[in-house]
């Protein structure tokens, strides 16, 4: 009886709170759009404007502290040759992997959207989406063992009889060095099998929505398998292509491990954030680096929107 008693308060607290939210729906819609914009505003958002600050401030020569006055000195730094070089290779670096995974993951994804179906298109997707699965360090460490000079790949192309194709990619000035563990050709190859599923799924789910009457109409009226892909599928592709081409540049743009473990001596923008950020290292000059990736990302999402990339998303 006293339960009772006790609980009828409270139910009738609770009726009047449910009855004044279905009454107020814009109150109703603010209470659950709170949490999540504090943590945007607040957490995201306010660590960026707090890394924006910290690159306006400079680093005292004589006595290597920081010197917490607002100036320009450390973007003047950031624009030397020897940066502006990391900025430029690191830039190149994400567009040669981009390309490469556009050109890889659309005749994958053409032949999901097109061809796959029943339990072959359900293999497709455990077969795109399984590397995910896995840690991201093992499968860079793994990597790293394939690459070496002793690993799979050198052993396959020596029993090939194709060890001196192998050499003489590594006697390449940019692209080799003493194994493909530690030149650039073996860190392309290892972003590649990261990044790759992120632009196949965006390209195929693009594919999926051209409609095979289209295709098929183009054909009708004698325009050629090359003419139709220029004039009907690559348009109507293009927005997924672009969402692939976003995932795949920024993960490569912002990537620090990789190029620590497989590339290299050379210093893309990660590493020079990551070793600048520690206590013997210049913190303003890494929030300055770490500006250049959200600017260049900026500058290519705005290009995007005018190329009407995003208007069939």
């Known amino acids: 009886m006293s339960l009772a008693i006790l609980q009828a308060p409270r139910d009738g607290l609770l009726r009047r709170i449910s009855d004044v939210l279905v009454a107020r729906r814009g109150l109703y819609l603010l209470l659950l759009l709170v949490p999540p914009l504090l943590w ?29 006055e607002p100036s320009l000195k450390t ?13 430029v290779r690191t830039v190149s670096l994400s567009a040669v992997v981009t ?3 556009a050109i890889i993951a659309f005749p994958i994804a053409y032949y999901a959207a097109r061809y796959a179906r029943g339990r072959i298109k359900a293999l497709f997707y455990i077969a795109v989406m399984m590397p995910l699965w896995s840690s991201y360090l093992v499968k860079v460490y793994a990597w790293k063992l394939l690459l070496a000079k002793e690993g799979v790949i050198g052993w396959i192309m020596a029993k090939l009889g194709l060890a001196w194709l192998l050499e ?8 080799g060095g003493p194994s ?4 650039y050709t073996g860190m392309v190859l290892v972003f590649l099998y ?19 009457s289209l295709i098929e109409a183009s054909g009708d009226l004698g325009a050629s398998p090359g003419q139709t892909f220029r004039k009907v599928i690559l348009p109507l592709a293009f927005p997924g292509l672009v969402a692939g081409a976003i995932f795949t540049f920024s993960l490569t743009l912002g990537d620090y491990i990789v190029p620590q473990i497989v590339g290299p001596s050379s210093l893309i923008l990660g590493q020079v954030v990551y070793t600048q950020q520690g206590t013997a290292g210049n913190i303003p000059l890494a929030a300055a680096f770490s500006v250049v990736p959200v600017l260049i990302m900026g500058i290519f999402l705005t290009v995007a929107k005018r190329l009407g990339a995003f208007d069939a998303l």
């Open 40 to 68: 945007l505003g607040i957490v995201y958002l306010g660590s960026l404007f707090a890394l924006l600050a910290q690159s306006f401030f400079s680093i005292d020569e004589f006595s290597g502290t920081i010197v917490r």
């Open 75 to 87: 973007y003047g730094e950031l624009l030397s040759p020897s940066n502006l070089d990391i900025i």
């Open 180 to 183: 493909l563990s530690v030149s």
């Open 99 to 101: 390309l490469l995974s």
């Open 168 to 175: 003489a990619w590594l006697a390449l000035p940019i692209l």
């Open 194 to 212: 990261l990044w790759t599923p992120f632009m196949i799924l965006p390209v195929q789910a693009a594919l999926e929505r051209v409609p095979g």
